[in-house]
């Protein structure tokens, strides 16, 4: 199982970025995707989750209004668009896959809101 995610890098406050996340070696529209991050010293937590069959999401409330996680199974690729990032949000974001007891994580990818 592999979990690639992508889109990550510095933005300005009041900036947007969309990272993706694309997964192989999985039946991918099985699998609830969500997006976690953690921050220097911070324990990881989560940001967003979104249904195998996309049609129920969650999000932390520090994001919502802000961010909005989709999915594309036929991509087998999911997405967190996130808009008036704010310096709060710079850490490290990461992938998740989970279906029963299978529980994958990408490698994660690098957010940084900064002037």
């Known amino acids: 199982v592999q979990l690639v995610e992508s889109g990550g890098g510095l933005v300005q406050p009041g900036g947007s970025l969309r990272l993706s996340c694309v997964a192989s070696?999985?039946?991918?529209?099985?699998?609830?995707m969500s997006w976690y991050r953690q921050a220097p010293g911070k324990e990881r937590e989560l940001v967003a989750r979104i249904t195998s069959g996309g049609g129920s999401t969650n999000y932390a409330d520090s994001v919502k209004g802000r961010f909005t996680i989709s999915r594309d199974n036929a991509k087998n690729t999911v997405y967190l668009q996130m808009n008036s990032l704010k310096p709060e949000d710079t850490a490290v974001y990461y992938c998740n896959a989970r279906r029963f007891r299978m529980n994958y994580w990408g490698q994660g990818t690098p957010v940084t809101v900064s002037s």
């Open positions: 070696r999985i039946t991918f529209s099985r699998y609830d």
